[in-house]
């Protein structure tokens, strides 16, 4: 295929996809959106968008009567205006007579199960504020949260909400030393905590993770620890507090008390390849204006007769987003599942989208790669006709994956959201509108409604066709306020490279329809004799080969090219294909520029428990250096095995 050109000096844009989905006729009858008009209003005036949806979507204690402050790089919304995220996400649908909807159908590991109404959930966060405020958390105080995927983890943070208290969730696979670090940063007053949680099969500990990350964080004066996994653990005589015994004698009654829309809501810390990790600000009026219109309408989300899924966790924006406050303050009904997607068997998932009647799925290319790895006849066992839309979330998803999760999940019938953005953005930033969007496989479309977003060369000169850098040029609501404790390191991270506007540090392209596609990390981009290369179109070429599941790409030192392409191939079952016939398809997909040097086989790749591709290990590989950190790896032996087939195959002249 020709290859498409970037700006001067920006990214080679080098894929084409000619492709077409238009939203099916059935589900453009009943969507919210069916038409462009709302991109038209978001762009004819986008604080007056915001400003329309932040009232017609949420309760205001105080109405605001301001709505953007802007002095770059520091926004306000609706900064006058007085509410509270919990009591949007509850109190207001128990009062409106919904306290019997099922706010979350959950699923332990096990297969235990839980139901828990909005009336029931409301009860508990009344319960737990009363808790915190019992230990002494007030207004302002930050509370850290430490929880496998259980209720509890919602009830926690919308406690935390409810009292003005900021939560900072630390992902459960996290170190001790991540936990130390992030407490430390926040200063956090209450950790709260479980004995452990169930993870293929077995309990893994959080207490004794917790106990040893709470012996160096002075701030620490109380620690709440939910029993879970039934492992033993050591309880500290005044320090630590059992969740159940905590809960029982608390009263069932909080008022929620109204905050400053610019009140802090939640710190998430971004962790990186290196530095200290950020801690990344969200208030309470903007974010949740900015994730509930965007649940809405990305979504489709009609309350009365939708169940839906995010498959993310809670320790990452995503579940914060999309699983707590897009989905709570919708008065969603969804379910919340604890474990792995492969236990007791490879069809887990599925099986709980038959069993709760899912209508709505959202989950990240990378799971989707792993699905195709594991074959169509997992979820053939189940009938997922329930489904009517369906969603990619976390990173770039090459078009085969988006054709496979089309046609084997979605039976073909259910548009495809594939959706970009990212801690710092609060909310879905990029998306199709799935009844008004026709969508291309591995396209995430055009900005949502009242977002500014360009694409430009080195010189921040836009691109009106071809790759280069993602930057957004106008605020938005659920826009980060700030790195905590650091406002330099937010200035010289975000708004630096290219003045007056936010850098995302992705790579992205526009095609000729306009549409755009994100390339991956500005880090990934490989310099190949002259060319700038994503690595994301190369694992999309690599990936639609029929007989590979999933692959990733790193660039390498070379001394004749400046970098050479180094892939990680992990093959279908029972398929077989050889090195040179993959590098010839790459060579047709999008050119001989972009032809892996060497390609090694192997039946997984390393990654984070989340599910992300740590390509950093894999530069590590591939240059013969000593591996870093690789602590966050769901399986540290995969990294051993690439290291032995690296020294066992020779590279390619």
């Given at each position: 295929?020709?290859?498409?050109p970037?700006?001067s000096?920006?990214?080679?844009?080098?894929?084409?996809?000619?492709?077409?989905?238009?939203?099916?006729?059935?589900?453009?009858?009943?969507?919210?959106?069916?038409?462009?008009?709302?991109?038209?209003?978001?762009?004819?005036?986008?604080?007056?968008?915001?400003?329309?949806?932040?009232?017609?979507?949420?309760?205001?204690?105080?109405?605001?009567?301001?709505?953007?402050?802007?002095?770059?790089?520091?926004?306000?919304?609706?900064?006058?205006?007085?509410?509270?995220?919990?009591y949007?996400c509850?109190?207001?649908?128990?009062?409106?007579?919904?306290?019997?909807?099922?706010?979350?159908?959950?699923?332990?590991?096990?297969?235990?199960?839980?139901?828990?109404?909005?009336?029931?959930?409301?009860?508990?966060?009344?319960?737990?504020?009363?808790?915190?405020l019992?230990?002494?958390?007030?207004?302002?105080?930050?509370?850290?949260?430490?929880?496998?995927?259980?209720?509890?983890?919602?009830?926690?943070?919308?406690?935390?909400?409810?009292?003005?208290?900021?939560?900072?969730?630390?992902?459960?696979?996290?170190?001790?030393?991540?936990?130390?670090?992030?407490?430390?940063?926040?200063?956090?007053?209450?950790?709260?905590?479980?004995?452990?949680?169930?993870?293929?099969?077995?309990?893994?500990?959080?207490?004794?993770?917790?106990?040893?990350?709470?012996a160096?964080?002075?701030?620490?004066?109380?620690?709440?620890?939910?029993?879970?996994?039934?492992?033993?653990?050591?309880?500290?005589?005044?320090?630590?507090?059992?969740?159940?015994?905590?809960?029982?004698?608390?009263p069932?009654?909080?008022?929620?008390e109204?905050?400053?829309?610019?009140?802090?809501?939640?710190?998430?810390?971004?962790?990186?390849?290196?530095?200290?990790?950020?801690?990344?600000?969200?208030?309470?009026?903007?974010?949740?204006?900015?994730?509930?219109?965007?649940?809405?309408?990305?979504?489709?989300?009609?309350?009365?007769?939708?169940?839906y899924?995010?498959?993310?966790?809670?320790?990452?924006?995503?579940?914060?987003?999309?699983?707590?406050?897009?989905?709570?303050?919708?008065?969603?009904?969804?379910?919340?599942?604890?474990?792995?997607?492969?236990?007791?068997?490879?069809?887990?998932?599925?099986?709980?989208?038959?069993?709760?009647?899912?209508?709505?799925?959202?989950?990240?290319?990378?799971?989707?790669?792993?699905?195709?790895?594991?074959?169509?006849?997992?979820?053939?066992?189940?009938?997922?006709?329930?489904?009517?839309?369906?969603?990619?979330?976390g990173?770039?998803?090459?078009?085969?994956?988006?054709?496979?999760?089309?046609?084997?999940?979605?039976?073909?019938?259910?548009?495809?959201?594939?959706?970009?953005?990212q801690?710092?953005?609060?909310?879905?930033?990029?998306?199709?509108?799935?009844?008004?969007?026709?969508?291309?496989?591995g396209?995430?479309?055009?900005?949502?409604?009242?977002?500014?977003?360009?694409?430009?060369?080195?010189?921040?000169?836009?691109?009106?066709?071809?790759?280069?850098?993602?930057?957004?040029?106008?605020p938005?609501?659920?826009?980060?306020?700030g790195?905590?404790?650091?406002?330099?390191?937010?200035?010289?991270?975000?708004?630096?490279?290219?003045?007056?506007?936010?850098?995302?540090?992705?790579?992205?392209?526009?095609?000729?329809?306009?549409?755009?596609?994100?390339?991956?990390?500005?880090?990934?981009?490989?310099?190949?004799?002259?060319?700038?290369?994503?690595?994301?179109?190369?694992?999309?070429?690599?990936?639609?080969?029929?007989?590979?599941?999933?692959?990733?790409?790193?660039?390498?030192?070379?001394?004749t090219?400046?970098?050479?392409?180094?892939?990680?191939?992990?093959?279908?079952?029972?398929?077989?294909?050889g090195?040179?016939?993959?590098?010839?398809?790459?060579?047709?997909?999008?050119?001989?520029?972009?032809?892996?040097?060497?390609?090694?086989?192997?039946?997984?790749?390393?990654?984070?428990?989340?599910?992300?591709?740590?390509?950093?290990?894999?530069?590590?590989?591939?240059e013969?250096?000593?591996?870093?950190?690789?602590?966050?790896?769901?399986?540290?032996?995969?990294?051993?095995?690439?290291?032995?087939?690296?020294?066992e195959?020779?590279?390619?002249?």
């Open positions: 295929m020709a290859s498409t970037g700006g000096g920006g990214i080679d844009a080098l894929a084409v996809e000619a492709r077409r989905f238009p939203p099916p006729a059935a589900f453009v009858r009943e969507a919210l959106v069916r038409d462009a008009s709302l991109h038209e209003e978001g762009r004819r005036d986008p604080v007056a968008y915001w400003a329309r949806h932040a009232r017609e979507l949420l309760d205001w204690s105080t109405p605001f009567t301001r709505t953007l402050e802007w002095e770059a790089p520091f926004a306000r919304w609706f900064s006058d205006g007085r509410l509270n995220a919990s949007n509850v109190d207001r649908h128990v009062l409106a007579g919904r306290g019997d909807r099922v706010a979350i159908h959950w699923e332990g590991e096990p297969g235990d199960v839980r139901t828990v109404t909005y009336a029931e959930l409301h009860a508990d966060v009344q319960r737990f504020a009363n808790v915190l019992r230990l002494g958390v007030r207004k302002g105080d930050r509370v850290n949260v430490y929880l496998p995927m259980i209720p509890e983890a919602v009830v926690a943070m919308l406690a935390c909400a409810r009292i003005g208290a900021a939560h900072s969730v630390v992902f459960g696979g996290f170190s001790a030393q991540a936990l130390a670090d992030r407490i430390n940063d926040a200063r956090a007053k209450v950790l709260v905590t479980a004995d452990g949680g169930w993870r293929r099969g077995e309990v893994f500990p959080l207490k004794p993770q917790a106990d040893v990350a709470v160096s964080t002075p701030t620490i004066e109380h620690v709440v620890v939910v029993r879970r996994g039934g492992n033993p653990v050591e309880m500290t005589p005044g320090r630590d507090v059992w969740w159940h015994e905590a809960m029982a004698d608390a069932a009654e909080c008022p929620a109204p905050m400053e829309a610019e009140h802090l809501l939640f710190l998430l810390y971004t962790s990186g390849t290196t530095g200290k990790p950020k801690g990344i600000m969200h208030t309470t009026g903007g974010y949740l204006a900015h994730v509930a219109t965007t649940f809405r309408y990305v979504f489709d989300h009609h309350p009365d007769r939708d169940v899924w995010c498959t993310a966790d809670v320790g990452w924006v995503t579940g914060h987003s999309y699983i707590v406050y897009g989905p709570l303050a919708n008065g969603a009904t969804q379910v919340i599942y604890e474990g792995v997607p492969n236990h007791p068997g490879n069809d887990r998932l599925w099986s709980l989208v038959a069993k709760y009647g899912v209508t709505i799925f959202y989950t990240a290319p990378t799971a989707i790669r792993t699905f195709m790895k594991w074959g169509t006849q997992e979820p053939a066992k189940h009938d997922l006709s329930s489904l009517r839309l369906i969603g990619s979330v990173e770039p998803i090459n078009p085969e994956a988006w054709i496979w999760y089309h046609e084997h999940i979605g039976g073909g019938r259910c548009p495809v959201v594939d959706t970009w953005w801690t710092e953005t609060g909310g879905i930033m990029i998306s199709p509108l799935p009844g008004a969007t026709v969508t291309k496989p396209s995430a479309t055009h900005p949502v409604p009242g977002v500014g977003a360009e694409v430009v060369d080195e010189s921040g000169t836009p691109v009106a066709r071809g790759g280069g850098y993602l930057t957004l040029t106008t938005w609501p659920g826009m980060l306020r790195v905590w404790g650091d406002e330099q390191r937010y200035r010289d991270t975000y708004w630096s490279r290219f003045p007056g506007r936010y850098f995302a540090g992705d790579g992205a392209k526009l095609d000729d329809d306009g549409y755009l596609w994100l390339l991956g990390r500005v880090d990934d981009v490989m310099n190949v004799s002259g060319h700038r290369i994503s690595t994301t179109e190369v694992e999309s070429a690599l990936v639609s080969h029929p007989a590979v599941a999933e692959a990733a790409v790193v660039g390498a030192n070379d001394a090219t400046g970098q050479a392409i180094i892939a990680y191939v992990t093959l279908r079952g029972g398929q077989r294909v090195e040179a016939d993959l590098r010839a398809h790459v060579a047709t997909e999008i050119g001989a520029i972009a032809k892996p040097k060497t390609i090694y086989f192997t039946p997984d790749l390393p990654k984070t428990r989340s599910g992300k591709i740590m390509r950093r290990l894999l530069r590590d590989v591939a013969g250096r000593n591996l870093g950190d690789t602590t966050t790896l769901a399986d540290a032996s995969v990294v051993d095995e690439l290291q032995r087939r690296a020294h195959t020779p590279a390619e002249d």
